[in-house]
């Protein structure tokens, strides 16, 4: 009786085959789908509850009886019928027809009136199934199926499987509710489809993808994985139009080379600058894992118009230095290699080596594996060994620079670190004593000027004492640093090749918490008041005789206030005889402990002058205050933020830094967003965007992003997306900045996305995601998007990464 099942897997075949289109890679929601199921649940079925492993399953159900009820039963030993409502179980498999014949002889079988089959994976309807079951050959008639551990359904004029190879006639897959309107689904549709389930793979004739009744795209033959183990192929294509690239059309092609690495092929054609072969490989082992992607353009015409404006520059007109490099026929491209490789559960191996062929190559491209190439100055390329423990960790590494802004000059380039080593150790020795070092060995080079070696040693000690409502903290550190530099550079500096630095620097933090119950509103809040204290003192050494490698002015914030140093590095340590006075109050609410209300001040009192200073450009600190720095947010509602900082500088009665933000969150979905950001001398923008829903059909999206200090807009932005149960449809036009120079561009793209399948037309989710801050709520939240890598085939093993 045993037999009588094995038709049952067979309906599986369209579970497979059609919905092994689907490449989801974005947050998809149906949450305007209905409840209801396009296939009722069958009374009497077991609870559809899809399974975790396939494999294992099927191997269960092999082991289980099989149980027939029917109302009646007729028949020989070798031939059985039963009629009325006939009921197969095994299992999650159920199947129900008004009548059964079974001939053990023959070993056929017929179900036909009402067929109704479930399991964890699909449901179906169909009017008859028949088939030989020593010979391993099914036939299903007039099908419709619903899966159940994805969302999916459609129909099928029939269905013929021998053995593991079998066809789909007149099938159709869509994610959309039947009972919609027909402009509201879209549905793939084939002729017919060939399966080989042993080889995992199947063969479409005659496809279509339609969008209520208008074809959006047709493929006369193509094949496709119908399981999860990759088959190579043709991925959904990009297509888009912009000023710059003309008609833009990218399709990748995706080669399975091996369980643990593939590679994916990105030819793209555009009309007005021509065709780019692009590429990626990754690969994946349980020691680490790697990509490698690049790209080739033998010739680009944006490049020879840019030469043309070249060679009719006026000379003297200074339209030579707006033009640079004509870079007339050069060959383009770049190439990137990301990866790691555990040497055990504390020492980490890894790389990020990046070139590009020109300077102007990421602006005219979108920057490397995406993002807005005119954002980057300097590719940073490093590689070494890294390690890490629960008191210390230490690097050994080499970086390097390349340029990939054309307006600035090679000798702008950071110095390359070849190699750098470092070591930082801290550890508690008792309960109220910590002793640490950071210790780091640098040789810089520089392809236009001379470098030299660095050694910097700190060893500090620091004793924290706390309670309950206060802690103070002293510390005392020992800055040495020595210098071998190349001859000239030491020529340049006073002629001395070895000059050291050594310095003591001594701190004291303190601080004390106050806290209240107060209420607002009739909810209970936690008021706290927390004043602090930070001393710090550090002896004048003249540094002028020493080198700038990497060190920078850092950027005076709330942050900058508790430092020992206001240098980037270790070329500079800061002279201070100074005072830091904060006060920061928080209000939290003690239902969930929200921080509603949080407010920071704090000033810098210099006792001293701070003669240290980079160059001779830059001016000593004097004796007196610095601008006092606030820093507050406030959340009026639970999806309401504001936040604000300000820096004043009251000697010379200006306002040094202004920013403000806010947030607001609309319903489940929707988010405006405000932010204005002024630094003195630098920049001064407005930024708004939103996503707004007009109901849970229509929404609209927008940004609008300004500097006043250029008087030039930015980025505008402005679209409208219209969504439905299983179709979203966004119509964006972008306004925007696209190179150094200022000139502007418009982009106008339309993309179809077919939820449970892909999106045709060009992807709008980039730049949105970019530009609307909360344009998916987990980006608030910075949650990272998942990144799909090969597999490994043995789970049982995991990797020792420390990182």
């Not at 949450?31 to 099927?58: M, Y």
């Not at 006792?607 to 450009?617: A, H, K, Q, T, Y």
């Not at 600190?621 to 604000?644: C, E, F, Q």
């Amino acid at each position: 009786m045993r037999r009588a099942l094995r038709l049952l897997p067979i309906p599986f075949s369209i579970a497979l085959a059609l919905p092994a289109w689907a490449a989801d890679e974005k947050p998809v929601s149906y949450a305007l789908c209905p409840v209801e199921d396009p296939i009722p649940a069958f009374d009497g079925a077991p609870a559809a509850v899809a399974p975790q492993d396939q494999a294992a399953r099927r191997q269960q159900i092999q082991l289980l009886p099989t149980e027939i009820f029917g109302d009646r039963q007729e028949g020989t030993s070798s031939t059985t019928t039963y009629q009325g409502d006939v009921v197969l179980t095994r299992g999650d498999q159920f199947l129900r027809a008004d009548n059964l014949r079974l001939d053990q002889e023959q070993g056929t079988y017929t179900a036909d009136g009402n067929v109704r089959y479930q399991d964890a994976g699909i449901r179906v309807i169909a009017k008859r199934a028949s088939g030989n079951q020593d010979q391993d050959t099914h036939n299903i008639e007039q099908v419709q199926y619903q899966l159940m551990a994805r969302r999916g359904n459609g129909i099928a004029d029939s269905i013929h499987m021998a053995g593991p190879e079998g066809q789909l006639l007149g099938s159709t897959y869509t994610t959309c509710d039947p009972h919609d309107p027909a402009w509201h689904r879209w549905y793939l549709r084939a002729r017919e489809i060939d399966i080989n389930t042993d080889e995992g793979f199947a063969t479409a004739h005659h496809a279509t993808v339609r969008i209520g009744k208008v074809p959006v795209l047709y493929a006369p033959w193509f094949r496709f994985p119908i399981d999860d183990r990759r088959q190579t192929g043709l991925l959904y294509p990009s297509v888009g139009l912009s000023g710059k690239n003309g008609f833009d059309y990218e399709q990748p092609i995706y080669l399975n080379l091996a369980p643990n690495y593939d590679a994916t092929l990105y030819p793209r054609y555009m009309s007005s600058r021509g065709i780019l072969l692009g590429g990626e490989f990754r690969y994946l082992y349980h020691g680490g894992e790697g990509k490698l992607e690049g790209a080739w353009m033998s010739s680009d015409d944006l490049v020879r118009e840019r030469a043309d404006d070249y060679a009719n520059a006026l000379p003297g007109s200074g339209d030579e230095d707006i033009y640079g490099d004509p870079l007339q026929d050069k060959n383009r491209g770049f190439f990137r290699f990301r990866g790691h490789h555990d040497l055990d559960s504390s020492w980490q191996a890894r790389a990020d080596y990046s070139w590009i062929s020109d300077s102007r190559y990421l602006e005219d491209n979108g920057g490397i594996s995406s993002g807005d190439g005119v954002r980057y100055s300097v590719l940073t390329n490093t590689a070494g060994l890294y390690g890490r423990s629960r008191y210390w960790s230490a690097r050994a590494e080499a970086q390097t620079y390349q340029l990939s802004d054309y307006t600035i000059s090679e000798e702008t380039l950071p110095y390359d670190a070849l190699p750098r080593l470092s070591f930082r150790y801290d550890r508690p020795i008792l309960d109220w004593l910590n002793v640490g070092m950071n210790t780091e060995l640098t040789r810089f080079e520089h392809s236009d000027k001379d470098g030299g070696s660095r050694l910097d040693i700190k060893p500090y000690v620091s004793i924290p004492l706390r309670g309950p409502s206060w802690f103070v903290e002293p510390g005392l550190a020992y800055r040495y640093t020595a210098y071998e530099l190349d001859k000239d550079l030491a020529d340049q500096l006073g002629g001395e090749r070895s000059p050291t630095r050594s310095t003591p620097i001594a701190t004291l933090d303190a601080g004390l918490y106050f806290d209240r119950d107060t209420s607002w509103g009739g909810t209970p809040f936690l008021q706290t008041l927390e004043p602090r204290l930070y001393y710090l003192n550090v002896p004048y050494r003249e540094q002028s005789n020493l080198p700038l490698f990497d060190t920078r002015m850092m950027t005076f914030s709330y942050g900058q206030l508790f430092r020992d140093n206001r240098f980037s590095s270790a070329d500079r340590q800061t002279d201070a005889n100074q005072l830091t006075l904060a006060l920061t109050s928080r209000s939290i609410r003690q239902t969930d402990g929200l921080e509603k209300f949080n407010v920071s001040l704090g000033q810098i009192l210099y006792f001293e002058d701070s003669n240290v200073v980079l160059d001779s450009s830059q001016e000593p600190i004097r004796n007196g205050k610095s601008a006092w720095v606030a820093d507050s947010n406030y959340m009026p509602s639970d999806r309401w933020t504001l936040g604000a900082s300000y820096q004043y500088d009251a000697n010379n009665s200006r306002a040094d830094l202004i920013s403000f933000r806010s947030r607001y969150l609309i319903g489940s979905d929707g988010v405006v967003n405000l932010s204005y950001r002024y630094r003195r001398d630098v920049l001064k923008q407005a930024d708004f965007s939103f996503l707004y829903p007009i109901n849970p059909v229509w929404s609209l999206v927008g940004r609008y992003y300004y500097s006043f200090q250029d008087n030039k807009t930015l980025e505008a932005i402005a679209g409208v997306q219209w969504d439905s149960c299983c179709l979203a449809v966004r119509l964006v036009g972008r306004h925007y900045v696209r190179n150094r120079e200022g000139d502007q561009d418009n982009q106008l793209q339309v993309e179809f996305v077919l939820k449970g399948l892909s999106s045709i037309g060009k992807d709008t989710d980039k730049n949105l995601r970019r530009s609307i801050l909360g344009y998916y709520r987990d980006d608030l939240y910075l949650v990272p998007p998942s990144v799909t890598a090969p597999n490994v085939d043995d789970s049982d093993e995991t990797s020792s990464a420390p990182f």
